[in-house]
C-alpha cells in the first residue's frame, strides 16, 4: 500500500498543539452557538479541521475528537446531520468535490470510524452498521484505499486527494481489510447481475479489485474475481498473450480456424457470464465478420432464433459491426446479442432506424457529448458511439440506468420503449439528436423540448449511456413541463403524466395512496391495497399477466426503514419464484448493487428468479412500500376476496417504514 | 425600571421587539440574541426560508427598490412595536433614515442619512463646514474625468514627462471601495465603461489611509477605534499603531467635527481619513453602516466587546447611559493588535489552497477561511471587494503586524494544478 505520509512536510508539535487547542476551542463555540447562528462556528471548525487533514498526524489529532463531532453539533443543519440518513454512493462526490465539502465529509467519515471502534456511543447507528458504512465507502473509493500514480488517478482525486489517501489509509487501519474484498466482489456481481448498459465503473471496479492483497488466491473470493478480471482484461488464450490490440489483431488474422473459434467460444462464455465485454472481443468479432462468417453467432453466444436473425439479416449486422463494434464500443457486442435474440433486426422500423443513425447528421452539442463518452484514442467517431449505444439499450432494456441524476422518469421511459417499442424509441434517438429536440403532445398542445427551462437538466451528469445522454436532457424537461401543467388538479399529476410521456401502454387508471397533491397526507390505504390486488395479485386478478410494465411509484426508505423519497420503477410482473414464493419483479433504473430499504426488506437482483436487470421483491414487501400505480379499470377481480390479515400485515409494514413521514387520515 | 420611562428591555426576552434590524446578519442577530433584547429583522425575500426555519421575527422587503413606500414599511414595523431601525448594509442605510424618521417623526433625518449615500454629497458637506478635504467633482462622462486629471495636474505644475498624479474614481453610492479605480493615464479614462457614470473624482491624497469606528449616543463619543489601514482592499489592523495613534486627540477633534457637520445623535460612523506625516487630517468619506474589511471582527478581538451591540444601543436613543458605560472598555485598553489579510486568488483559474507552512507557525497567526472555491475560475474583481478568503493575524507589536500583513500579501493561496505541473514536479 502506498503511503501518503510523506506527501507533505509535517507540521511541528507546536503548531499541532495550537490548532488542537483552537479546535476544542472552536468545538465548544458551535456548542454553544444557537442554531441560527451555527454555521459560522462550524466553518471554523472546518477550516482547522482542513488545515489538520493536511498532515496524517493532524488526522489523528481530528479522529481523536470524533467521537464529539456529533454531541457539539458540528453537523447540524446539513445533509450530514443525520448518520442514519448518510449513504455510502455519495461519499466519493463530496470527497472529490471544492469548498467545504471535502472537509465535512472527511470529518463525518471520522465520525463514523469512531462509532466502529466503540468510541461513540450517541449516535444514530451501531457499531456495526458504521462499520458496514465504511466498508461499503472503501469498496467504492478503491482507487484511495489502494492509490496508484497515474495522472488521471491524480486528477480525479480532487483537490484534497493526499487527504483523501491518508483519510482512506486511516479507515483501512482502523478497521481492517479483511472484508473488503469479499465486499467488492459482492458488489461486482450485483452490479453486474444486472447487465448495465454503462460498465466503465464496474470495470474500474475489478481492475481496482485486484489491487485489494488477498492472501489465498484459491479462495472462493479470489475466483470469483478472477473470472471478472479475466471478463475485462482478456479471457481468451490469445488475448491474455497479447493483450495490445495492434499484437491481437496480427495475432487474430494468422490464426487457424480452430484457433478462432476456441477464442469465439471463450469470449461469448466469458460474456455470457459476467455481462461484461473485453475490448479484444471487438478485434475479433470485426476479423469473423470479414473472414469467418460463420463463426459469428459462436462468438455472440446466440441462441437458435438469434442464429437464424443473423442468417437472415447478414447485411444489416455486418454494417453494424463495422460502424459500432470497436474495442472502445466493445460492450455494444452483448446489445447486438440481445437485439438478435429478440428478433429486432425483422422489424423494418429498427433495421431502418439503426441504418439511418449510421449517417445522421448530428448537432453539434450530441455530437460533443457522445465524442466525450469515448475512451480516448478508441477511433470511435460520435455516430458509432450512437449507434452502439443504441444497441446495447435495445439489447439489455433493463440495463438502462439514470447514472447519479434525479431522472428515473427519464430511464424507465427509455427502458420501456427499448421493450416495446423500439422504433419509437429510435424516433426519438434521431429527434433529439439530429434536431436538438423532442415532440410531446399532452391534451391538444404540443410541447417541445428546446422551448423548455429545467434547471435540474443543466446539471446533469453526463456519466450515463450514449442514448440516454442525448435524451435524458429532453425527457426530463418535458416531463417536469407537463407535472407543472397538472400540478393544480388535486389528485397525483402522475395519473395524466405517465400515459402522456410513456405512451399509450400505459392504462389510464390510476391509484394513489396520497389523497392531496402535495402527498402529504396517505388517505384511503386499504382500497388501496385492496384494488392492487385486485389488478395485479393473479389469486384475486383472474389470473391476468401484465401486458406492459407497469410505471409505479415507491417510497424508498433507508436502512433504517426511514422515508428518503418518491422513487419511479417500472412493475415488470408478478409471478412466483423458483421457490414458489410470489414475487414482484421490476426495473429500477438507478442500478444500485446491493439495496437494504429497512425492516429486512432487501431488494434482490439475483438468486431468486430475477432476469437480468430486475429487481425483486416478496409480493407483501412491494405492495407495502408501494404508492401509486395504473390499472386497467376493466380488469378489476375480486378485491373484496383479500384477506384481512394480509391487509393489516402490509398496513404496518407500510405504516412503520415510510408512512412514519406523513399523516395518515383515519379509514372512514 | 428607571424614573424616566427607560425601562431596560435587554434582559427580558419577553418584552415585545423595539429594534429592527436592516438587512440579514447573523452576528447582529446574534449580538441581540445574547442579551437576550428581542428584534425584527428586515430582510431580502431570499432569507425568507431562513428566518423561518429558526423561528426568528422577520419582515420582507426589497432594499433594491426606490423608496417610496417606506410608510408601509415604517407603519408595518411600527405595528409591532418597533421604534429603532439600523442599518447593516450600504443600501440599507437611506431607509433606515426614512424608518427612523418616521418613527420619531422628523423627516429631517431621512434627508441626513441620504448624505452618506452621495460621497460628493458629503464631501461638499463636509467642506462646508470647514473639513479639510482633496479636490474633487462629479463627473458625467470620461471628457469630464480627462479634464478633471489635466487640471489636477496643471495645478500642481507638472510639465510634459513628468509622471502624473493619479486621480480616483468612485460610484457615488457604493460601499466602500466598490468601483473604486485609479486613473492616471488618458488610456484608462478611455476603457471606462459608459454605466460608471455619474461618478466622483478625487484628487490624490498623501499620506497614510486609515478609518475610524466611532459609536456615538446623543451627539458624544461614547468609543472610537481608528483602524489602520496597511493596504486598502487586502489588509488593515485594529487597534492602529502608535504612530497613528500618536494622533488621536488631533483625529478625535476631525471626528468630532465631522460629527457636527453630519448633525450625528446616535449611531455609529465609519469615516476613511488620510494623515501625513506633520499630522495634516484630509476627510476621505464616511458611511453608517457595518464597515467592511472585517474591522468589527478586529475591534472585538482587540477590545473584547461586541461591536454589533454597540453599534445597536447606539442607534437607539434610549439606551441608558450606565449600558454603554457596561459595553465599551477604555481606548487605551485594548489585549492586541488584531489584524487581517483579504486573501484574492492570483491566477485566473485556482483548483486548490495552499497554506505555507511559515504561516501557522507564525506566532501572530490566528486563523484563515480559504477554501477551494467551488468554481476553479476566478470571477473578476469589482474594486477592491469580493476577497475568497481571509487570513487573521492577532499580536502584541504594530510593525511586526504590518510587516505580517505585507509579506502574506504576496503568498500564493490559491494556486493552480495544472497536468504539466505536476509532471514538471514529478520528474
Known amino acids: 500500500m502506498n503511503s501518503p505520509e510523506g506527501t507533505k512536510a509535517t507540521p511541528s508539535q507546536r503548531v499541532l498543539d495550537r490548532l ?322 429478440r428478433g429486432l433486426l425483422s422489424r423494418q422500423e429498427v433495421t431502418a432506424g439503426l441504418t439511418r443513425l449510421i449517417t445522421l447528421d448530428l448537432t453539434t452539442d450530441v455530437r460533443r457529448m457522445l465524442l466525450r463518452q469515448r475512451e480516448r484514442k478508441s477511433g470511435n467517431t460520435a455516430n458509432s458511439v450512437l449507434v452502439a449505444g443504441t444497441l446495447s439499450v435495445l439489447g439489455s432494456p433493463l440495463g438502462v440506468g439514470q447514472g447519479r441524476n434525479p431522472t428515473c422518469q427519464a430511464a424507465r421511459g427509455i427502458s420501456l420503449w427499448a421493450q416495446h417499442a423500439p422504433g419509437f424509441l429510435i424516433e426519438l434517438i434521431i429527434a433529439a439528436s439530429r434536431d436538438g429536440a423532442i415532440d410531446l403532445p399532452f391534451e391538444g398542445k404540443t410541447w417541445r423540448s428546446d422551448q423548455l427551462h429545467s434547471s435540474k437538466s443543466l446539471e446533469l451528469d453526463l456519466d450515463l449511456d450514449p442514448v440516454s445522454v442525448v435524451l435524458v436532457p429532453h425527457l426530463d424537461r418535458l416531463y417536469d413541463q407537463l407535472m407543472k401543467l397538472v400540478a393544480l388538479r388535486g389528485e397525483d399529476g402522475h395519473k395524466w403524466v405517465n400515459p402522456a410521456l410513456y405512451g399509450r401502454w400505459v392504462p389510464t387508471g390510476f391509484a394513489s395512496v396520497f389523497s392531496n397533491p402535495a402527498q402529504t397526507v396517505v388517505s384511503g390505504y386499504e382500497d388501496f391495497v385492496r384494488r392492487f390486488f385486485a389488478t395485479h395479485h393473479p389469486a384475486y386478478n383472474d389470473g391476468h399477466a401484465l401486458m406492459y410494465p407497469n410505471p409505479v411509484g415507491l417510497c424508498v426508505t433507508n436502512s433504517h426503514g426511514e422515508y428518503l423519497g418518491p422513487h419511479a420503477v417500472s412493475l415488470q410482473r408478478i409471478e412466483p419464484d423458483p421457490r414458489g414464493q410470489l414475487r414482484a419483479y421490476f426495473y429500477n433504473p438507478n442500478n444500485e448493487g446491493r439495496q437494504n430499504w429497512g425492516e429486512d426488506v432487501r431488494p434482490s437482483v439475483s438468486g431468486h428468479g430475477e432476469n437480468p436487470g430486475e429487481s425483486s421483491l416478496p409480493f407483501d414487501d412491494f405492495v407495502a412500500r408501494l404508492y401509486a400505480f395504473h390499472y386497467n379499470p376493466y380488469e378489476e377481480g375480486d378485491a373484496y376476496a383479500v384477506p384481512d390479515l394480509d391487509l393489516k400485515r402490509i398496513e404496518a409494514a407500510a405504516r412503520n417504514s415510510w408512512g412514519r413521514a406523513f399523516t395518515w387520515e383515519p379509514t372512514l | 425600571v428607571s424614573d424616566d420611562g427607560r425601562d431596560d428591555t435587554t434582559k427580558r426576552p419577553s418584552a415585545p421587539p423595539r429594534t429592527a434590524l436592516l438587512g440579514f446578519s447573523i452576528p447582529a442577530m446574534e449580538a441581540l ?286 439606551t441608558t447611559e450606565e449600558e454603554l458605560a457596561d459595553l465599551f472598555p477604555d481606548e487605551s485598553d485594548f489585549q492586541c493588535y488584531s489584524g487581517c489579510l483579504m486573501v484574492y486568488p492570483k491566477r485566473r483559474v485556482v483548483t486548490r489552497v495552499e497554506v505555507p507552512t511559515s504561516l501557522l507557525e507564525e506566532d501572530y497567526y490566528e486563523r484563515h477561511n480559504l477554501f477551494v472555491p467551488v468554481n476553479t475560475k476566478v470571477a473578476e474583481r469589482v474594486g477592491f471587494g469580493n476577497h475568497y478568503g481571509t487570513v487573521y493575524f492577532k499580536g502584541s507589536d504594530a510593525t511586526k503586524m504590518r510587516d505580517l500583513l505585507l509579506e502574506y500579501e504576496k503568498a500564493d493561496f490559491y494556486v493552480a494544478d495544472s497536468p504539466s505541473e505536476r509532471q514538471d514536479a514529478a520528474s
Open chain 2, 33 to 318: 440574541d445574547r442579551v437576550g433584547r428581542p428584534f425584527i429583522a428586515v430582510v431580502p425575500k431570499e432569507f425568507e426560508g431562513y428566518m423561518k426555519e429558526h423561528g426568528i421575527a422577520y419582515e420582507v422587503w426589497d432594499f433594491a427598490r426606490l423608496n417610496e413606500r417606506s410608510g408601509d414599511l415604517a407603519k408595518r414595523l411600527a405595528d409591532r412595536g418597533i421604534e429603532v431601525a439600523v442599518p447593516l448594509y450600504e443600501e440599507t442605510v437611506e431607509w433606515a433614515g426614512a424608518l427612523n424618521g418616521h418613527f420619531r417623526d422628523d423627516p429631517r433625518l431621512f434627508t441626513r442619512y441620504l448624505l452618506f449615500r452621495d460621497k460628493a454629497m458629503m464631501k461638499r458637506r463636509a467642506q462646508m463646514y470647514g473639513i479639510h478635504v482633496g479636490v474633487f467633482e462629479e463627473a458625467e462622462s470620461k471628457a469630464d474625468v480627462l479634464r478633471f486629471l489635466n487640471r489636477v495636474n496643471q495645478a500642481l505644475v507638472k510639465i510634459e514627462g513628468d509622471v502624473a498624479d493619479p486621480v480616483h474614481l468612485k460610484p457615488l453610492a457604493s460601499a466602500g471601495s466598490v468601483g473604486h479605480r485609479v486613473l492616471a493615464t488618458p488610456e484608462q479614462i478611455e476603457n471606462l465603461s459608459d454605466d460608471e457614470f455619474p461618478c466622483l473624482l478625487e484628487s490624490h491624497l498623501d499620506g497614510q489611509e486609515f478609518s475610524c469606528e466611532v459609536f456615538i449616543h446623543r451627539g458624544k463619543i461614547r468609543f472610537l477605534n481608528i483602524n489602520e489601514y496597511v493596504h486598502l482592499g487586502y489588509s488593515n489592523f485594529s487597534p492602529a499603531g502608535p504612530r497613528l495613534q500618536k494622533w488621536r486627540p488631533q483625529i478625535r477633534e476631525a471626528v468630532e467635527d465631522l460629527i457636527e457637520a453630519f448633525e450625528i445623535d446616535d449611531g455609529m460612523i465609519h469615516p476613511e481619513f488620510f494623515i501625513t506625516d506633520e499630522g495634516k487630517i484630509s476627510f476621505g468619506e464616511v458611511a453608517a453602516r457595518v464597515p467592511g474589511g472585517h474591522i468589527f471582527e478586529l475591534i472585538e478581538s482587540a477590545y473584547g466587546f461586541d461591536p454589533f451591540l454597540a453599534f445597536i444601543l447606539c442607534v437607539d436613543p434610549r
Open chain 1, 20 to 341: 488542537s487547542e483552537k479546535l476544542d476551542h472552536w468545538l465548544g463555540e458551535v456548542e454553544k452557538a444557537k442554531p441560527f447562528a451555527r454555521s459560522g462556528y462550524q466553518t471554523e471548525v472546518f477550516q482547522i479541521a482542513e488545515t489538520l487533514m493536511g498532515s496524517m498526524e493532524g488526522l489523528r489529532l481530528l479522529y481523536e475528537r470524533a467521537h464529539l463531532f456529533e454531541s457539539k453539533q458540528v453537523f447540524q443543519g446539513g445533509p450530514w446531520a443525520d448518520a442514519s440518513k448518510l449513504q455510502p454512493a455519495l461519499v466519493k462526490g463530496s470527497l472529490i468535490g471544492a469548498g467545504v465539502y471535502p472537509v465535512v465529509e472527511t470529518m463525518s467519515e471520522l465520525r463514523l470510524l469512531a462509532v466502529a471502534a466503540g468510541r461513540a456511543t450517541d449516535s444514530a447507528l451501531t457499531r456495526d452498521e458504521a462499520r458496514d458504512f465504511l466498508n461499503e465507502v472503501m469498496a467504492l473509493n478503491l482507487e484511495f484505499v489502494f492509490p496508484g500514480d497515474t495522472e488521471q488517478e491524480r486528477i480525479e482525486g480532487g483537490p484534497h486527494r493526499d487527504s483523501n489517501l491518508r483519510l482512506f489509509a486511516l479507515i483501512a487501519e482502523e478497521i481492517g481489510l479483511d472484508s473488503l474484498r469479499d465486499e467488492v466482489v459482492s458488489e461486482i456481481e450485483q452490479v453486474t447481475a444486472q447487465h448495465p448498459v454503462l460498465t466503465q465503473r464496474v470495470r474500474r471496479m475489478v481492475r481496482m479489485a485486484a489491487r485489494i492483497p488477498g492472501p489465498d488466491p484459491n479462495s472462493d473470493t479470489s475466483r470469483r474475481l478472477a473470472t471478472f478480471s479475466r471478463a475485462v482484461e482478456g479471457p481468451t488464450e490469445l488475448s491474455r498473450k497479447y493483450p495490445q490490440y495492434v499484437e491481437y489483431r496480427t495475432a487474430v488474422k494468422e490464426a487457424d480456424r480452430d484457433t478462432l473459434a476456441q477464442e469465439a467460444h471463450d469470449f461469448a462464455e466469458s460474456m455470457y457470464a459476467t455481462g461484461l465485454v473485453a475490448a479484444h472481443h471487438a478485434i475479433l468479432l470485426r476479423h469473423l465478420r470479414a473472414k469467418e462468417h460463420e463463426l459469428l453467432p459462436l462468438a455472440l453466444h446466440l441462441n437458435d432464433l438469434g442464429a437464424a436473425e443473423l442468417a437472415q439479416n447478414a447485411e444489416t449486422v455486418d454494417q453494424l459491426i463495422q460502424v459500432a463494434v470497436l474495442p472502445g464500443t466493445a460492450q455494444s457486442i452483448y446489445g447486438l446479442r440481445g437485439v438478435l435474440e
